[in-house]
C-alpha cells in the first residue's frame, strides 16, 4: 500500500477535503487508514463501567486510502508516489515530483 502508519497526508475528496493529517494505522488488506482528526463518525455507546459518559460520542472511522494524497515533506504539497526497486532487492517509495525516497 503506498500510504503507511506516520504518513503525513491530504484528504482530496469527500466531507474532509482539505483537511491534513497523520495516519495513525494502516490496514493494507482493507486499504483502508485512520487518520488524526478525520472522518469523525457519531458512536452510540452504552454506559459501561469503565466509560463514564453514555449517549453519542465522536471519534475516527478508518476510510479508504484512494481518499487521500501523500503530503511530500520536501516539496510541502501533496504528491503521487512511486515505487522503485533497489539493488538490494528492497521496495521503496519516491516522491513523483521532486524524486525523494519516501522510506
Ligand atoms: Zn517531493
Redesign the pocket.
Known amino acids: 500500500m503506498k500510504i503507511r502508519k506516520n504518513d503525513t497526508v491530504l484528504v482530496v475528496t469527500g466531507k474532509d477535503k482539505g483537511k491534513e493529517g497523520k495516519v495513525r494505522f494502516a490496514y493494507p488488506k482493507d486499504e483502508r487508514i485512520l487518520v488524526e482528526g478525520v472522518n469523525f463518525i457519531k458512536v452510540h455507546s452504552k454506559a459501561r463501567r469503565q466509560v463514564r459518559q453514555a449517549g453519542i460520542i465522536e471519534r475516527e472511522a478508518p476510510f479508504h486510502v484512494s481518499n487521500v494524497m501523500l503530503l511530500?515533506s520536501?516539496?510541502d504539497h501533496p504528491?503521487r508516489i512511486g515505487f522503485r526497486l533497489l539493488e538490494d532487492g528492497r521496495k521503496v517509495r519516491f516522491?513523483h515530483?521532486?524524486g525523494?525516497a519516501i522510506d
Open positions: 511530500c520536501r516539496c504528491v516522491c515530483s521532486c525523494e
